[in-house]
C-alpha cells in the first residue's frame, strides 16, 4: 500500500481550512501517513498528530474577538509584538509534553533560522516547541529561541512544504494551499497610480515665509517642553503600556478604518510574498494532488470566522476526492503490476 502525505500550508487564521479537509479525508477513511506543515498548517498537523483535533474543533468554533485578544501577551516592541507565551501554553494543554517522534503519524514542521535565513526542518523533540517556531510570524510575535537559534515562521521558506512530505517517505502527496490568489487577479498588470501631495500649495511667498516661520517657533517650543517632560513621560508610559497596547489592539482588530493596521499590513505582505514564494515552490515541487480552498475573504487574523473556513476547506477537499479516489486506484493498480 502507498503511503500518503499531507502538506499543509501557511496562511494565519485560514489554517482553519485544515481542520475542513482533515474531516473530509476522514469521512472518505483515506488515512494519512505522514504530515509535513508550515506556520498554522505545522499548528493544525501537529494538534491531529496528538489525537487533539476535536477539541481544537470546539474550541475555535466559539473563538470571539474578545477570547483572542486574550491570547495577545503583548510585549514592549523589539523582536515582535506579541511574546507567545499564552499560545505556548494552549498549545501545550493539547499537546502535554508530546515529543514528535512518539506521533503514530510521522510529523515535521518548516521553520526559519532568521539569523541565516535557512530552511529549518524539525522532525524531533518536543513537538509544542517545534510548533511554536513554525507560527512565529515575523513583526507579530518573537522568535523562538533554542541554544542559539532564533527561529521563524515556515512560511517565509517553505509555505506549502510538499518536499518535505516527500523527504518523509511519502509516495502520494496531498498539498493544501491557502494563498491561492483570486484567478482574475493573476498575471495582471501592476496597476498604476499618481501620488500627489496631500495639502494645497500656496503661490504666495509672504504667506509661505510666514508660515515656515510660525512652523519654527511652534517646532522650538515642543522641542523644549519635551525635553523637560521626557524622564517623567518615560516613566508613566512604561508603567501603563501593556494596558494600552490592549486598548490599541483592540481597536485595531475592530476598527472598520480603511487604512489598514500593523496587523493587516504585516498579514498582507506576508500573503504576497508566500503566493510568490508558493508559485515557485509548487512548480520545482508539484503534489499528486493540489487543493486549494477559496478563502480570499479572509484574513490573517480572522481567527473568530473559524466556521466558515472550516466549510471552505472541508468543500474543497470533497470536491477534490473523485480526483483522488483515481490516483489511489492507479497506485493500486501499478503496485499489482509490479
Same mark, same amino acid.
Given at each position: 500500500?502507498?503511503?500518503?502525505?499531507?502538506?499543509? *500550508?501557511?496562511?494565519? =487564521?485560514?489554517?482553519?481550512?485544515?481542520?475542513?479537509?482533515?474531516?473530509?479525508?476522514?469521512?472518505?477513511?483515506?488515512?494519512?501517513?505522514?504530515?509535513?506543515?508550515?506556520?498554522?498548517?505545522?499548528?493544525?498537523?501537529?494538534?491531529?498528530?496528538?489525537?487533539?483535533?476535536?477539541?481544537?474543533?470546539?474550541?475555535?468554533?466559539?473563538?470571539?474577538?474578545?477570547?483572542?485578544?486574550?491570547?495577545?501577551?503583548?510585549?514592549?516592541?523589539?523582536?515582535?509584538?506579541?511574546?507567545?507565551?499564552?499560545?505556548?501554553?494552549?498549545?501545550?494543554?493539547?499537546?502535554?509534553?508530546?515529543?514528535?517522534?512518539?506521533?503514530?503519524?510521522?510529523?515535521?514542521?518548516?521553520?526559519?533560522?532568521?539569523?541565516?535565513?535557512?530552511?529549518?526542518?524539525?522532525?524531533?523533540?518536543?513537538?509544542?516547541?517545534?510548533?511554536?517556531?513554525?507560527?512565529?510570524?515575523?513583526?507579530?510575535?518573537?522568535?523562538?529561541?533554542?541554544?542559539?537559534?532564533?527561529?521563524?515562521?515556515?512560511?517565509?521558506?517553505?509555505?506549502?512544504?510538499?518536499?518535505?512530505?516527500?523527504?518523509?517517505?511519502?509516495?502520494?502527496?496531498?498539498?493544501?494551499?491557502?494563498?491561492?490568489?483570486?484567478?482574475?487577479?493573476?498575471?495582471?498588470? =501592476?496597476?498604476?497610480?499618481?501620488?500627489?501631495? *496631500?495639502?494645497?500649495?500656496?503661490?504666495?511667498?509672504?504667506?509661505?515665509?510666514?508660515?515656515?516661520?510660525?512652523?519654527?517657533?511652534?517646532?522650538?517650543?515642543?522641542?523644549?517642553?519635551?525635553?523637560?517632560?521626557?524622564?517623567?513621560?518615560?516613566?508613566?508610559?512604561?508603567?501603563?503600556?501593556?494596558?494600552?497596547?490592549?486598548?490599541?489592539?483592540?481597536?485595531?482588530?475592530?476598527?472598520?478604518?480603511?487604512?489598514?493596521?500593523?496587523?493587516?499590513?504585516?498579514?498582507?505582505?506576508?500573503?504576497?510574498?508566500?503566493?510568490?514564494?508558493?508559485?515557485?515552490?509548487?512548480?520545482?515541487?508539484?503534489?499528486?494532488?493540489?487543493?486549494?480552498?477559496?478563502?480570499?475573504?479572509? =484574513?490573517?487574523?480572522?481567527?473568530?470566522?473559524?466556521? =466558515?473556513?472550516?466549510?471552505? *476547506?472541508?468543500?474543497?477537499?470533497?470536491?477534490?476526492?473523485?480526483?483522488?479516489?483515481?490516483?489511489?486506484?492507479?497506485?493500486?493498480?501499478?503496485?499489482?503490476?509490479?
Amino acid at each position: 500500500m502507498k503511503s500518503i502525505g499531507l502538506a499543509l *500550508g501557511s496562511g494565519g =487564521a485560514r489554517g482553519w481550512a485544515h481542520i475542513g479537509v482533515l474531516r473530509a479525508l476522514e469521512e472518505a477513511e483515506i488515512r494519512i501517513d505522514c504530515i509535513s506543515g508550515a506556520s498554522i498548517g505545522a499548528l493544525v498537523g501537529a494538534i491531529y498528530c496528538a489525537g487533539e483535533l476535536d477539541d481544537l474543533e470546539d474550541f475555535i468554533r466559539d473563538l470571539s474577538w474578545k477570547d483572542m485578544l486574550s491570547y495577545f501577551d503583548l510585549v514592549f516592541p523589539s523582536s515582535g509584538l506579541l511574546d507567545g507565551n499564552k499560545i505556548y501554553d494552549l498549545l501545550s494543554e493539547h499537546i502535554q509534553g508530546m515529543r514528535i517522534e512518539e506521533s503514530e503519524i510521522k510529523f515535521c514542521c518548516v521553520a526559519t533560522d532568521l539569523i541565516k535565513g535557512e530552511e529549518m526542518h524539525l522532525s524531533s523533540g518536543s513537538m509544542v516547541e517545534a510548533v511554536r517556531a513554525s507560527i512565529s510570524v515575523p513583526g507579530i510575535f518573537t522568535p523562538f529561541c533554542h541554544g542559539d537559534l532564533f527561529l521563524g515562521d515556515g512560511g517565509i521558506v517553505n509555505p506549502v512544504p510538499v518536499d518535505v512530505a516527500k523527504a518523509m517517505g511519502a509516495d502520494l502527496i496531498i498539498a493544501v494551499n491557502l494563498n491561492c490568489a483570486d484567478s482574475t487577479k493573476i498575471g495582471a498588470e =501592476a496597476t498604476k497610480i499618481e501620488i500627489t501631495g *496631500g495639502a494645497e500649495q500656496s503661490d504666495n511667498p509672504q504667506e509661505k515665509d510666514h508660515k515656515e516661520s510660525q512652523s519654527q517657533r511652534e517646532s522650538s517650543e515642543a522641542s523644549k517642553l519635551r525635553k523637560q517632560s521626557f524622564l517623567k513621560n518615560l516613566s508613566d508610559r512604561y508603567s501603563d503600556l501593556e494596558d494600552k497596547l490592549h486598548y490599541k489592539v483592540e481597536n485595531w482588530l475592530a476598527n472598520e478604518n480603511p487604512c489598514p493596521n500593523i496587523f493587516e499590513v504585516i498579514g498582507t505582505s506576508l500573503n504576497v510574498m508566500e503566493q510568490q514564494v508558493t508559485r515557485s515552490r509548487l512548480e520545482a515541487h508539484a503534489p499528486d494532488l493540489l487543493v486549494e480552498p477559496k478563502l480570499t475573504d479572509y =484574513a490573517i487574523f480572522d481567527f473568530h470566522e473559524a466556521d =466558515a473556513i472550516i466549510r471552505k *476547506g472541508y468543500a474543497a477537499m470533497k470536491e477534490q476526492l473523485p480526483a483522488l479516489e483515481k490516483l489511489l486506484q492507479e497506485e493500486s493498480a501499478e503496485g499489482k503490476s509490479q
